[in-house]
């Protein structure tokens, strides 16, 4: 089982739409975790960090569920400049400086 | 804010040339990783050093390729011989890694761009 899993998708919506992806990750001692945006031929960015009591972030949502050890990210109102590649990331342990990559959800919002 | 900084952009070279990727982090930034990004294969880690040290190394594919950091501020990462089969894209990262700030995220520069013909 690889250690953080992600629907490839692609996801195709509608301008306006609402979409979630979810990220399920193996390691139980994970402590961070991230959401990245990485478009075509470009590097990873970081969109939002997700913390335990969830956060917003304009029309992005992140929450994190340890006990079922997945994160989710929902955007609403989809805008045609949010079709990307959306990547979970996670740390696995304190005092580990590695980040584990999920390999990517390919979001397209269509006109 | 100078993010990481990669050169260079792009290199196209010969197969069994020598490569070298060169990476600036971030100021104040401790640990950097160097990736490969192929269509095939993702996001791949290469290796990552904490505090300029090598801490772990497994995913360098074989003997040819090396990294070193030599100082807070500088990293290259060298292909010697290079082949075809190493054509991608290769990132650089940098961040602040403390066990009592674990939300730190990771900041990537643009990448270098390699073909190997």
């Known amino acids: 089982r690889k250690e953080v899993e992600q629907d490839p998708g692609p996801f195709n919506v509608p301008e306006g739409a609402t979409v979630a992806f979810n990220c399920t990750y193996s390691?139980?001692?994970?402590?961070?975790f991230f959401w990245y945006r990485q478009d075509c031929r470009k590097e990873p960015k970081l969109l939002m960090s997700?913390?335990?009591s969830g956060n917003e972030d304009g029309r992005f949502t992140a929450q994190l569920n340890r006990a079922s050890q997945y994160i989710s990210l929902l955007i609403r109102d989809s805008k045609l400049s949010d079709s990307a590649t959306y990547l979970c990331v996670v740390r696995s342990l304190p005092g580990t400086y590695k980040y584990i990559f999920g390999t990517g959800t390919r979001l397209k919002v269509l006109a | 804010d100078a993010g990481v900084i990669q050169s260079p952009r792009h290199e196209v070279t010969e197969m069994g040339q020598e490569v070298t990727l060169r990476c600036k982090p971030i100021s104040g930034h401790n640990s950097l990783f160097w990736y490969r990004q192929t269509m095939m294969r993702g996001l791949e880690l290469l290796i990552y050093f904490n505090n300029n040290v090598p801490i772990d190394d497994s995913g360098m594919p074989e003997d040819r390729f090396s990294a070193k950091m030599p100082n807070a501020s500088f990293s290259t990462l060298k292909i010697q011989p290079s082949e075809p089969r190493d054509s991608a894209v290769y990132f650089c990262a940098s961040s602040l890694s403390s066990s009592g700030q674990p939300y730190q995220p990771q900041h990537f520069g643009d990448g270098t761009r390699l073909s190997i013909l």
């Open positions: 390691n139980s001692a994970s402590q961070s």
């Open positions: 997700v913390y335990s």
